[in-house]
């Protein structure tokens, strides 16, 4: 089992959080011209689960990949380049918010299309089989994903075949604007109708990066040793709009006490108390940590916005691989 | 050495030469290794050679097969994936053209995409609109796509090579009919660039650019039209993404008259772009307005009643070029064609019912 500070955790969800907070304050600039979806609150999910990982393991994501991508260990300066559309940003400037990848670290696509990185993370895991590596893959989805036919097609193969992946699901409650209770029937969970695909299936407080970790933890373990695949749901929230940079529970969707509630339930806020509680940190020690993070994402965003835009030329590139 | 080959089995030896050259290489469709007949004997006697992991079944789940395919890919495989129909493969058109089309443009050239999607396309024994329809223009719309419609066996084996070999999602479509057809093929591995036409007929009085099956139309209308004299020079383009617009345009300079004739839809499909660009581009050389020779607008009929008016055949093609030459139309009769065998099946040998 890796091993990992819960410290360590916080700060990684902390880090997360500072750069998504610094997107919703410049989106308004209109500078990142390109739809951004963040899961502030949601960070949880995104650092346990990815703490479970070596960095040559792999994962793929959905719209809201920001939180995947930098629990990965992506770049960050290219994510923010990539946001502003700049040259230097992970995609070139071609992909934007929705399309993050840094094959350096095994983040190998993020998209948009619902459920569509599901089977493709499958089959990632197919291949590493076939080519009798001993990689573990995650596959971030939401639960809007688990109504694609997609997720049906590819926890089939995964379980068909025992690959190595581990299906995390952040349940938020949410796909756009529609509620989990007009898209799923009630009393029927996620990770209950997962089970009877035959794989092994969880379901875990997604705002507790600790049960994220451990849980994520023995899924990639049993996948490593040959076990086959795990379906972990972890139950979380976004706090903002689906798409864009503001709060929306004015819109009538959701009610505010509900997002009251949830919002008292920071995953952040609570991992900070338990740390300092148990003496695993000082005020004093991360105030000085997060001084730095929020320095190393400013200086992040300063290098976007000085980075070139892609010249003319690069329209024409890449149309196909040589 | 070249000896004379039917056209599943240069499909059938292109695969096997791919897998054997290759352990990145694996096949992978519905009934694959299962089928008896062995998808037309394109795919017979593989699974026993490479054994179930590299010639695989798979489960009936079309678009996350071609997920998991791709997914494969991202990590160095190279999947050859086969639908008996290409009507199954439009369960996949979400992986197709959402992601494996876009996949290399929109990471910004971080990752290739070497995926071959082989689909079987074409008429025959009453297959009605659900197994007989050639979209060859929905995929050839497609940037980041690559789309060949190889018409002769040669083509069929050194096409197939050069699609597994291509770092991009190419789509393989095959016409039913093409399968029995024989020709020379060469031993050992060898490439039909992705991209190059190929003159299938010299003349000097019209060009006929034509796809898959409709080249083998086409050069029996070429020797129907040449016997009163009129020389028709036959392009089988053979790849319709890249489209070789070079070599279609030199013979259109030479003829001065074009007829496209394309075993598909005729409105916005591929007949439809070669006009375009003939007009687009050359258009002071004509000297007729260029012709369509294609399906007629409509969902294929099954009955071989309806069928016989709506799949066009040589009498359609030389009559298209007459037309353009100011000549009256011929009737089949009046040509002397007499039909050996039924117009629903593609040769003798076929005797349904798939």
Redesign the interface.
């Known amino acids: 089992m890796a091993s990992v500070a819960l410290r360590d955790l916080y700060l990684r969800m902390v880090r997360i959080r500072l750069v998504e907070e610094k997107i919703a304050e410049l989106y308004p600039e209109q500078q990142m011209r390109c739809p951004v979806h963040l899961s502030v609150g949601q960070e949880a999910v995104a650092v346990g689960a990815c703490a479970a990982l070596e960095p040559e393991d792999y994962a793929v994501s959905t719209h809201r990949s920001h939180a995947h991508y930098l629990a990965k260990g992506g770049n960050l300066k290219a994510m923010l380049a990539e946001l502003y559309g700049r040259v230097t940003g992970c995609c070139g400037g071609k992909g934007g918010s929705m399309h993050l990848i840094d094959r350096s670290v095994g983040f190998l696509g993020a998209v948009p299309i619902v459920g569509s990185t599901i089977p493709i993370g499958v089959g990632v895991a197919f291949g590493t089989i076939l080519r009798k590596e001993h990689h573990v893959t995650i596959v971030f989805l939401g639960d809007g994903a688990t109504e694609e036919g997609v997720f049906h097609e590819a926890v089939n193969f995964a379980v068909l075949k025992r690959l190595p992946v581990v299906f995390v699901c952040e349940n938020n409650f949410f796909s756009v604007y529609s509620a989990l209770d007009v898209r799923q029937p009630p009393l029927r969970d996620i990770h209950v109708l997962a089970r009877g695909y035959g794989l092994d299936s969880h379901l875990g407080d997604g705002n507790d990066v600790e049960v994220v970790y451990a849980m994520t933890n023995v899924a990639v373990e049993k996948a490593r040793a040959g076990g086959g695949p795990t379906f972990l749901e972890f139950k979380t929230y976004r706090w903002r709009e689906h798409c864009g940079p503001h709060y929306d529970n004015h819109v009538g969707y959701r009610s505010e006490q509900e997002f009251e509630e949830w919002k008292a339930r920071c995953p952040i806020t609570s991992l900070k108390q338990r740390l300092l509680q148990r003496g695993q940190a000082t005020q004093q020690d991360l105030n000085g940590i997060e001084a730095g993070l929020a320095e190393e994402v400013e200086a992040a965003v300063a290098f976007a916005k000085a980075s070139p835009f892609p010249e003319p030329e690069l329209l024409q590139d890449h149309l196909y691989a040589p | 050495m070249t000896r004379d080959l039917k056209f599943f089995q240069a499909i059938n030896e292109a695969t096997d030469l791919c897998l054997a050259r290759d352990p ?1 290489v ?1 096949l992978m469709g519905l009934h694959v290794p299962a089928d008896p007949k062995g998808v037309f004997g394109t795919v017979l006697g593989l699974s026993k050679k490479y054994g179930p ?1 590299r010639v695989m079944d ?2 009936t ?1 079309e ?15 190279r999947p050859i994936m086969v639908h008996q129909r290409i009507e199954f493969a439009l369960l996949a058109v ?2 197709i053209i ?2 494996a089309a876009n ?12 995926l071959v999607i082989r689909m079987i396309i074409g008429r025959g024994w009453g297959q009605g609109p659900q197994h007989s329809q050639s979209l060859q223009a929905l995929f050839a719309h497609v ?2 796509l ?1 789309v060949v419609m190889p018409a002769t066996p040669h083509d069929a084996k050194g096409l197939l090579i050069a699609a597994v070999e291509d ?2 999602p190419v789509i393989y479509l095959e016409h039913r009919w093409l399968h029995n057809v024989f020709g020379p093929v060469p031993e050992g591995r060898y490439t039909v660039p992705i991209g190059k036409a190929r003159t299938a007929r010299k003349g000097m009085d019209v060009t006929i650019v034509a796809t898959s099956y409709m080249v083998l139309e086409s050069l029996r209308a070429a020797d129907l039209l040449a016997r009163d004299g009129i020389e028709a020079e036959v392009v089988d383009v053979r790849s319709l993404r890249p489209l070789d617009k070079v070599q279609i345009f030199e013979s259109i300079r030479k003829t001065g008259r074009l007829v496209v004739v394309d075993g598909a839809w005729r409105s916005l499909g591929f007949a439809a772009e070669v006009l375009a660009l003939a007009a687009e581009q050359i258009y002071g050389i004509l000297k007729a307005p260029p012709a369509r020779v294609t399906f007629p607008d409509l969902p294929s009929p099954s009955t071989p009643a309806l069928a016989q008016h709506f799949y066009p055949r040589a009498v359609h093609v030389v009559n298209g070029v007459r037309t353009m030459m100011g000549l009256p139309e011929v009737t089949e009769e009046q040509l002397g064609i007499q039909h050996e065998t039924p117009l629903d099946v593609p040769d003798k040998a076929f005797t349904g019912p798939f």
């Open positions: 990145s694996y992991e798979m489960p789940s678009n996350g097969m071609t997920g998991v395919a791709i997914g494969s890919a991202l990590v160095g495989m979400e992986q959402n992601q996949w290399h443009y929109m990471f910004g050239g971080q990752a290739a995409m070497p940037p980041g690559k770092n991009n």
